[in-house]
């Protein structure tokens, strides 16, 4: 039992970088119907940014803020930086490029990809970088029979918080309800008074915000970060994109905290190796019996 | 009707005779006069030929996002490396092996998939292709020889009078491949699985009503374009005479589907000038190091810019669905 709920506790963590670069991929596929796979790409820049900030930034910043205003300063500055980019490769790689449809900026997505990757790779080089130790004090919390760190605590925490505000705005605010609107019919939208652009502009600056602060909870949680991992949480956070019903966000944060659940019990009960099997074999099985995600509505045909 | 006949034995894709000659002979010249390493990036570029032709059956000609044909491409090359290194099957022989092979194997996993629409369809064929390598590094029964992968391929032979052992030999057994490969499809394109395939692509639910067995097709088109990617994994691990995981990510994929959409959907031309821009290009800009991919990867977006519907689109054979609809008076096809 306790190892189950380590597991688990384990499995939110990581869940929940998923999740939260699943709203990423949500929010930009549910406004342009656009598979982002640069998506994981702004989530390693804002790793390498936070870690820049950490390291070079560190005698300014802990001097006068201490360890936790480090850790904060370097969320604030890898998400601004983000936001900026985002922007950017949307006005350079896919506005020109809607017209013509969907496939083409599937292309252009992956092209952005692989040269944010590539300028990561320029820019810091192509070996592993680690983390400093010690940013939040490395205290072991008991609670019946079961470990926590306070690191992962911090990271439960703050991840609800994000998926919680992200939530509220998305549901709650004005601005929300124009970009629900949005995602149900953009012309029809357009033709209501919202400004479409601003939408699309609200989407690239908060979704590779969202990713750039998970970059930073990542790099503090395994301590070392790569220029190719964006690969690997991109993709894991497409299938929880997927899973959850694509376009649907309660259905990302969901899909994504489902699936570092699942990943981590499968690596305890089954095998670590086949532990990715065990996860794409549940989503095939997911999609089989529910052809549009776990939270996803049954769609209409169009004709 | 000019455009019915912009496939013949005359006009070839559009090309005149005498240019489609021109062509030709550059292909025979090139490998006598350029060095081995040269005649190497050649294969290569025939390589991702076949799989882009094999991915275009997928993806151009029935619009079926498939993100994970290096998976289909793996199990080609893994079959004839564990044939081959095992019990000594020649290469040869395992070529259509393999084909049949990476062709069962996507009818097993496709069937229960096929009825996935677009970007679902796309998410289990990348768990499939990423099934097939973590599969291959944890090595099951002891055959794939984990990270690894399998040693001391063969050379293809034909018994011990010829055997394909230099640069050269790889270069022109590749590109007949191709070339045969070309020949089956157009002709598969012009036939009625071909037209099947096309109104699938265009309107399902009208290819269904119309008595097109939707799912029979797809899966058709799931199988070839699995086997054609099979032979060119046999190939492939004969030339590299090893196979490992690592040739077959989720990043080959993605190549593959860079060159389909790049070349034109469905456009066989188009495929080759896809491969040759992902094969040619890295190669071509290895001076500049470091900063070649950053270049490679700006130039896929100034593609789409400038030429979104591919370098050389297809022209559509027959008479012109939305050239009835002007006629008509409507603008919108």
């Known amino acids: 039992m306790e190892v189950f709920l380590e597991q688990l506790i384990n499995g939110l963590t990581i869940g929940s970088f998923y999740a939260l670069i699943a709203l990423g991929y949500s929010m930009v596929y549910g406004i342009l119907k656009l598979i982002n796979f640069a998506h994981g790409d702004f989530f390693t820049l804002g790793s390498y940014i936070g870690y820049t900030v950490l390291v070079f930034g560190?005698?300014?910043?802990?001097?006068?803020?201490?360890?936790?205003?480090?850790?904060?300063?370097?969320?604030?500055?890898?998400?601004?930086?983000?936001?900026?980019?985002?922007?950017?490769?949307?006005?350079?790689?896919?506005?020109?490029?809607?017209?013509?449809?969907r496939l083409p900026a599937v292309v252009s997505a992956l092209g952005a990809s692989i040269f944010l990757q590539n300028a990561i790779m320029v820019i810091w080089g192509p070996r592993y970088q680690a983390y400093p130790a010690?940013?939040?004090?490395?205290?072991?919390?008991?609670?019946?029979?079961?470990?926590?760190?306070?690191?992962?605590?911090?990271?439960?925490?703050l991840s609800f918080l994000l998926m919680g505000i992200l939530y509220w705005i998305i549901q709650k605010t004005t601005f929300g309800a124009a970009i629900r609107a949005?995602?149900?019919?953009?012309?029809?939208?357009?033709?209501?008074?919202?400004?479409?652009?601003?939408?699309?502009?609200?989407?690239?600056?908060?979704?590779?915000?969202?990713?750039?602060?998970?970059?930073?909870?990542?790099?503090?949680?395994?301590?070392?970060?790569?220029?190719?991992?964006?690969?690997n949480y991109g993709l894991k956070a497409f299938t929880a994109t997927i899973l959850g019903g694509i376009g649907n966000l309660p259905g990302a944060m969901f899909g994504g905290l489902i699936l570092g659940v699942l990943e981590m019990l499968g690596a305890a009960y089954i095998s670590a190796a086949w532990k990715d099997v065990f996860v794409f074999l549940i989503l095939i099985l997911v999609l089989i019996f529910r052809p549009t995600g776990l939270f996803g509505e049954k769609m209409a045909e169009k004709v | 009707?000019?455009?019915?006949?912009?496939?013949?034995?005359?006009?070839?894709?559009?090309?005149?005779?005498?240019?489609?000659?021109?062509?030709?002979?550059?292909?025979?010249?090139?490998?006598?006069?350029?060095?081995?390493?040269?005649?190497?990036?050649?294969?290569?570029?025939?390589?991702?030929?076949?799989?882009?032709?094999?991915?275009?059956?997928?993806?151009?000609?029935?619009?079926?996002?498939?993100?994970?044909?290096?998976?289909?491409?793996?199990?080609?090359a893994y079959t004839t490396a564990i044939l081959n290194t095992k019990f000594g099957i020649p290469i040869l022989v395992l070529l259509p092996v393999s084909a049949l092979a990476a062709g069962f194997f996507a009818y097993i996993v496709c069937s229960p998939i096929i009825h996935l629409r677009g970007d679902y369809l796309c998410i289990v064929t990348i768990g499939i292709?990423?099934?097939?390598?973590?599969a291959l590094i944890n090595n099951p029964f002891d055959l794939t020889g984990g990270p690894n992968g399998v040693f001391g391929i063969d050379f293809p032979s034909l018994g011990s009078l010829f055997v394909i052992d230099s640069s050269i030999k790889y270069y022109f057994l590749i590109?007949?491949?191709?070339?045969?490969?070309?020949?089956?499809?157009?002709?598969?394109?012009?036939?009625?699985?071909?037209?099947?395939w096309n109104c699938i692509r265009e309107d399902e639910v009208a290819a269904g009503s119309s008595g097109i067995d939707v799912r029979y097709y797809k899966l058709l088109a799931f199988v070839l374009g699995a086997a054609l990617a099979g032979i060119a994994?046999?190939?492939?691990?004969?030339?590299?005479?090893?196979?490992?995981?690592?040739?077959?990510?989720?990043?080959?994929?993605?190549?593959?589907?860079?060159?389909?959409l790049i070349g034109g959907m469905g456009s066989i031309p188009g495929v080759l000038i896809g491969a040759a821009f992902i094969s040619l290009f890295p190669e071509i800009f290895r001076p500049f190091a470091m900063y070649r991919m950053l270049v490679f990867g700006t130039v896929m977006i100034l593609m789409m810019m400038f030429r979104p519907g591919g370098v050389w689109p297809r022209k559509r054979g027959g008479v012109e669905f939305k050239s009835i609809l002007a006629r008509i008076g409507?603008?919108?096809?």
Not at chain 1, 68 to 90: D, N, Q, S, T
Not at chain 1, 136 to 152: A, D, K, V
Not at chain 2, 175 to 182: H, K
Not at chain 2, 241 to 253: D, G, I, K, L, R
Request: proline share 2%; aromatic share 14%; with cysteine.
């Open chain 1, 58 to 101: 560190s005698a300014l910043v802990t001097s006068h803020f201490g360890l936790w205003g480090g850790m904060i300063a370097a969320m604030l500055v890898a998400a601004i930086c983000l936001a900026f980019v985002g922007v950017i490769v949307e006005r350079v790689a896919y506005r020109p490029i809607y017209p013509a449809g």
């Open chain 1, 134 to 157: 010690s940013l939040i004090p490395n205290i072991h919390i008991q609670l019946g029979g079961i470990h926590i760190t306070l690191l992962q605590i911090v990271i439960l925490v």
């Open chain 1, 182 to 231: 949005s995602a149900l019919d953009k012309d029809t939208a357009s033709l209501m008074g919202i400004n479409f652009n601003k939408v699309i502009f609200f989407i690239f600056t908060l979704g590779p915000a969202l990713g750039a602060i998970t970059g930073v909870m990542v790099g503090m949680y395994y301590r070392q970060i790569s220029f190719t991992m964006g690969w």
């Open chain 2, 1 to 76: 009707m000019e455009h019915t006949k912009t496939i013949g034995y005359d006009r070839f894709f559009g090309l005149k005779q005498s240019t489609l000659f021109i062509v030709l002979g550059v292909f025979f010249i090139y490998p006598f006069i350029v060095n081995n390493y040269y005649i190497d990036v050649a294969f290569f570029f025939g390589i991702y030929a076949l799989l882009g032709l094999s991915l275009n059956i997928v993806l151009g000609e029935v619009g079926l996002f498939d993100l994970g044909h290096a998976g289909f491409y793996a199990i080609g």
């Open chain 2, 129 to 134: 292709g990423e099934i097939v390598r973590i």
């Open chain 2, 175 to 196: 590109w007949i491949v191709v070339a045969l490969s070309i020949f089956g499809l157009i002709r598969l394109q012009q036939s009625r699985i071909g037209r099947a």
């Open chain 2, 233 to 260: 994994g046999n190939l492939y691990a004969s030339k590299l005479m090893c196979v490992s995981p690592e040739s077959f990510t989720f990043w080959e994929s993605c190549l593959m589907f860079c060159i389909v």
């Open chain 2, 330 to 333: 409507r603008k919108d096809g």
